[in-house]
């Protein structure tokens, strides 16, 4: 295969994976980013911020504000003021919350699991997958064309 074959097949590839993770968020009936809001806070090992998210996630902060206010109007969020800063808050599941992530996000954290376990060489996958995107990310810096590294 040549170069512009391998890059149409990890377009493809990427493109895949966002429809089926789109497909999974519409079948818990929540937008993607909802869904990703979800994933990160039942994974999480302390409560997170929406600043937290932001950095995580890489969403735009408004597409993040209106998740996360999206998931409170439904209950499964609620917010909690830090201690000491201007306006920051804790997201933190509710009973629903939980109950809801437990239904949805879990059993998707669960099942990406086993598909880890089933894979031969997930240490090497990782590491050449990382090492492309610094690859991809310096020539797209040297082009002019990337702002931020993240």
């Not at 097949?9 to 980013?33: H, I, N, P, Q």
Request: proline share 2%; aromatic share 10%; net charge negative.
């Amino acid at each position: 295969m040549e170069n512009k074959e391998y890059l149409a097949v990890l377009a493809d590839c990427e493109k895949k994976y966002d429809s089926l993770y789109r497909g999974t968020a519409a079948a818990f009936g929540l937008s993607d980013c909802s869904m990703w809001v979800l994933y990160y806070l039942q994974n999480a090992e302390e409560p997170l911020s929406q600043q937290d998210l932001i950095e995580l996630m890489l969403f735009p902060k408004q597409t993040i504000n209106s998740a996360v206010t999206g998931l409170a109007k439904k209950g499964y969020v609620t917010l909690k003021m830090i201690p000491n800063t201007k306006n920051r808050k804790r997201i933190l599941l509710t009973d629903e919350g939980r109950d809801f992530a437990e239904k949805t996000v879990l059993r998707m954290i669960q099942a990406e699991e086993r598909a880890v376990s089933k894979m031969s060489d997930i240490e090497r996958f990782v590491s050449l997958y990382m090492e492309f995107f610094e690859h991809l990310h310096d020539e797209f810096e040297r082009e002019g064309l990337c702002y931020a590294k993240d």
